[in-house]
């Protein structure tokens, strides 16, 4: 999941014009038994991109409890599957909600399908096999 999220980052990231200089720092909640492969991603997409490689400025880990974007982020993710998924929403808002008026449709959504996740593994693969086991390029 991260990777793939990862991936649409670096996407966007790419057609920023470069004088906004965008700064990127990714929060990820702690705990989970796979931090470490999100880790070696974060690093292993760094470590190869030019310009686009200066927005991602750091990773983190936290909680909800301390960490309010983190929370904040969380009830995003809930509410967006809600509205894919057709949820019964808890009210009808009056009037146009904050984060509507906040974010204005930069909300994407990553339809992770069966032709994405293979398609992203087998881009690692194609990466993997340029690369030499200590990141040399193989000519």
């Known amino acids: 999941m991260f990777r793939a999220c990862l991936s649409q980052v670096v996407d966007v990231v790419g057609h920023i014009p470069s004088a906004k200089e965008p700064r990127l720092h990714v929060v990820l909640e702690d705990g989970h038994n796979n931090a ?3 880790v070696r ?3 292993w997409v760094k470590d190869r991109l030019s310009q686009a490689g200066r ?3 750091s990773l983190t880990f936290g909680n ?3 960490c309010l974007p983190l929370a904040a982020s969380d009830q995003f993710a809930y509410t967006a599957w809600g509205e894919k998924v057709g949820q019964k929403p808890l009210g ?4 146009p909600i904050k984060s509507e008026a906040s974010y204005r449709r930069n ?4 339809d992770l ?3 994405s996740l293979d398609s992203l593994h087998e881009q690692a693969i194609d990466v993997a096999n340029r690369r030499g086991a200590f990141g040399a390029a193989i000519t």
């Not at 009808?92 to 009037?95: G, L, R, S, T």
């Not at 909300?107 to 990553?110: D, L, N, V």
């Open 36 to 38: 470490e492969d999100a």
């Open 41 to 43: 991603n974060y690093k």
């Open 55 to 57: 927005a991602l400025t």
């Open 64 to 66: 909800k409890k301390d």
């Open 92 to 95: 009808v808002a009056k009037n």
């Open 107 to 110: 909300m994407m959504w990553i």
């Open 113 to 115: 399908n069966r032709d």
